[in-house]
């Protein structure tokens, strides 16, 4: 079956700007995550959702980023008034479950460049 | 709070040769311990993962890793490095018993195969 996607592949947006983020998770997966991959660096929790559950957002850097998630289905990630240090890959991934340790499956990201 | 730090941002191996990548992590509960594989412009595969039980945990692609607890180490190792093990590596870990399996990563390291 199909795999997480992401969309955009690629965005490059104006310091200032919002920027939207789409993230389809693999059917049936009910935990969703959002990191951040810094150029050079491992990645970073974001936020994270389980089901109809109140999402995890110990991660996100400040209140300029928000996340949704409608059920378990499509999430969004958005950043408000971009900044340059808000340049990064953003990668989603999605699991069957919560409470055994399942395997996280990780879309291929969305370059986030702020100039 | 659970930290990874993998020893050398970049390694060079010989094609044929030992690949062997160094992760030691620090959590305050048994450990749950990733190897993930990400190949250029694609998203992280799952290589391997320990939760309980032996060990000695063996993955795909001929990838190995142990897990010390008196070390607290997870290394990887592969016998007989192939031109297409070149890409990144980053270990990660999650705390045993903690909602949602948030996963903390290593900075990766960057593997180079010479023919």
Redesign the interface.
Known sequence: GA??SQSPSNKVTEKGKDVELRCDPISGHT?L?W?RQRL??????LI?F?GNSAP?KS?LPSDRFSAERTGESVSTLTIQRTQQEDSAVY?C?S?LA?GL?????????TRLTVT | AQSVTQLGSHVSVSEGALVLLRCNYSSSVPPYLFWYVQYPNQGLQLLLKYTTGATLVKGINGFEAEFKKSETSFHLTKPSAHMSDAAEYFCAVSESGAAGNKLTFGGGTRVLVKP
Not at chain 1, 101 to 109: A, C, K, L, N
Request: net charge negative; glycine share 22%.
């Open positions: 795999g997480v935990a995550y990191y050079g660096q491992g990645l970073e929790f994270y389980q995890d991660g990668l991934a699991s919560m340790v399942s395997e996280q499956y990780f879309g291929p990201g």
